[in-house]
C-alpha cells in the first residue's frame, strides 16, 4: 500500500502534479455543458444558529426550511442541461442541499457533482442526494474550513480531468428565481476564460450586517459571451465587473453607505475557477498548504481516504475567502439579481416563508388568536396554539423546544454554546 507521505517527504521521493503557473483557458476548452464542468459542493457545517431542528448528525444542509415557491421564468433565456431531458421539479420536502444539487444539474452532469462533508454525515448526506454517486461524496475526517476542503476537491478532480473547470458554493443557500441562478452560473463559468477566479456576488435588497461585501469596479464586457440585459427585471446577470475589494461584515451605518451607493455586492461565496488554477493560487498564497496536499494528486482512489487522515492531521483551518479569494489579483465578479439568501437565522427562514395575513408562517394544524409575524417549527402532525404574542420564533424537536423573539434569532449560537457545556452528545 502506498503511504502517504509526511511534508517532508514529499520535495525528496514523491512524484506529483508540480504546482505550475495559473493559466487562462482558452474558448475551445469551455467546459458549460460539456463533460469539463464540474461543480463542488460544501456540505461540512453544522447550522447552529438553526438549533434544535439543527443537530450535529443533522445539520442545516439537510433539513427543509423554506416551502418551495420559487419563481421559474418562462420567458428566461434558460440553457439547456447536459441531456435535453427535463431537469427534475423541486418538491415539497426538499432539502437543502437536494435544492442546491438540483440546480446545478441545468449545468453539471450529476457524475461531475463532488460534495464535501464530513465523514460522520457521509451516509446522511448520500441519503439526501442518491443520484449523486457515492465515490463523489468527499468525507473530510474533521473541518477545518473550506481552504482545505476545496484544495482536497480540487486535486480530486484533476485526476479524473486536468482541464476542469469548477464551479465552488454552499450546500445550504436559497434561491427565489431559478432561471436567473442558472444563467448567472453560466455566465461565471465562461468568464473563468478572461479571470482566474470569478465570484458571484448579490444586488443587496437591505442594508444588511450578517453578509460579506464586495466592492466592485469597471465592466468587463468581453468577460462573457452569454447575452447581458441591462434592465433591472432582466432574469440574468449584469455583465462581469472587476473586483475592487471585499470587505467584512459592516456595521449598520456602513451597510446603509454601500447599499447607496450601489457600488457594493453580497458576497455569496460561490466561486468559479479552473481546478489547475485553484491548486496554483492555493500554492502560491498558503504554500504550506499546498504542499501538504500534494499527496493527494496520484494517490489510488483505494488509499484516498487514508490519505486525507494523515493530512487533515496536520492542516490548520483557513478559509478560501480570506486565504486566497482576498490574496488574488486576476478576479471578476458577476453581479446578480435572482433572490439570494444565505439562510443564516430563524429570521431568515421567517422572512422566506409564505405567510398569512397576519405575516404569521404557515403551516398545518396551527392556531392563530390575535398573534402576529410568528415563525412555528413543529412536527406537521402536533397542533400548535398561538395566543396574543407577536414576533416570535417557536421550534419544537421532541427532546428540545426553543422560544425566542425573532430580532434576537441570532443568539441561537449562544443557546448552544451554553448548552453544550452541560450535555454535549446531540447537540
Not at 493527494?296 to 483551518?317: G, K, M, N, S
Amino acid at each position: 500500500m502506498q503511504q502517504c507521505l509526511p511534508v517532508d517527504q514529499v520535495r525528496h521521493g514523491f512524484q506529483a502534479r508540480p504546482i505550475v503557473a495559473k493559466t487562462t483557458p482558452s474558448a475551445h476548452s469551455l467546459p458549460v455543458q460539456t463533460s469539463q464542468a464540474y461543480a463542488v459542493i460544501m456540505a461540512g457545517g453544522s447550522g447552529t444558529r438553526f438549533w434544535p431542528a439543527s443537530r450535529k448528525g443533522h445539520p442545516k444542509q439537510l433539513l427543509s426550511l423554506v416551502q418551495n415557491h420559487h419563481v421559474d421564468n418562462p420567458g428566461a433565456d434558460r440553457p439547456s442541461g447536459p441531456s435535453d431531458a427535463p431537469q427534475p421539479a423541486p418538491t415539497a420536502a426538499e432539502t437543502l442541499i437536494g435544492a442546491t444539487v438540483r440546480r446545478l444539474r441545468a449545468l453539471v452532469d450529476p457524475s461531475n457533482i463532488l460534495i464535501v462533508t464530513t465523514e460522520a454525515l457521509r451516509e446522511a448526506t448520500q441519503q439526501a442526494i442518491p443520484d449523486i454517486p457515492s465515490e463523489n461524496i468527499l468525507g473530510e475526517p474533521a473541518g477545518r474550513n473550506t481552504a482545505p476542503c476545496l484544495g482536497w476537491a480540487c486535486q480530486h478532480i484533476l485526476r479524473r480531468d486536468p482541464e476542469a473547470t469548477v464551479a465552488a458554493l454552499p450546500a445550504d443557500q436559497h434561491v427565489v428565481d431559478e432561471a436567473a441562478f442558472v444563467h448567472t452560473l453560466r455566465a461565471a463559468f465562461e468568464a473563468t476564460q478572461h479571470k482566474r477566479i470569478v465570484v458571484v456576488g448579490a444586488k443587496p435588497t437591505r442594508p444588511d450586517t450578517g453578509y460579506g461585501y464586495i466592492e466592485v469596479g469597471d465592466s468587463l464586457e468581453a468577460a462573457t459571451t452569454v447575452e447581458i440585459s441591462e434592465t433591472n427585471t432582466s432574469p440574468g446577470p449584469r455583465a462581469p465587473r472587476e473586483v475592487q475589494r471585499f470587505v467584512e461584515k459592516p456595521n449598520l451605518e456602513k451597510a446603509k453607505t454601500y447599499l447607496e451607493t450601489g457600488n457594493y455586492l453580497w458576497n455569496t461565496g460561490m466561486f468559479f475557477f479552473r481546478a489547475s488554477n485553484m491548486v496554483a493560487s492555493i500554492g502560491e498564497h498558503l504554500p504550506q498548504l499546498a504542499q501538504q496536499l500534494i499527496p493527494l494528486a496520484t494517490v489510488p482512489p483505494e488509499e484516498e481516504q487514508a490519505c486525507i487522515q494523515q493530512i487533515y492531521d496536520q492542516v490548520t483551518p483557513v478559509s478560501i475567502d480570506h486565504g486566497v479569494i482576498e490574496k488574488e489579483t486576476s478576479l471578476a465578479v458577476i453581479p446578480s439579481e435572482f433572490g439570494w439568501s444565505d439562510l443564516g437565522t430563524w429570521t431568515t427562514a421567517w422572512e422566506l416563508s409564505e405567510k398569512d395575513t397576519a405575516q404569521n408562517n404557515r403551516r398545518p394544524r396551527t392556531v392563530h388568536l390575535d398573534s402576529r409575524g410568528n415563525h412555528i417549527s413543529a412536527d406537521p402532525q402536533k397542533w400548535v396554539a398561538m395566543v396574543g404574542v407577536t414576533d416570535l420564533v417557536v421550534v419544537d424537536t421532541p427532546d428540545a423546544l426553543l422560544i425566542i423573539p425573532r430580532e434576537q434569532s441570532q443568539k441561537v449560537r449562544d443557546v448552544v454554546d451554553a448548552l453544550k457545556e452541560q450535555e454535549s452528545k446531540s447537540l
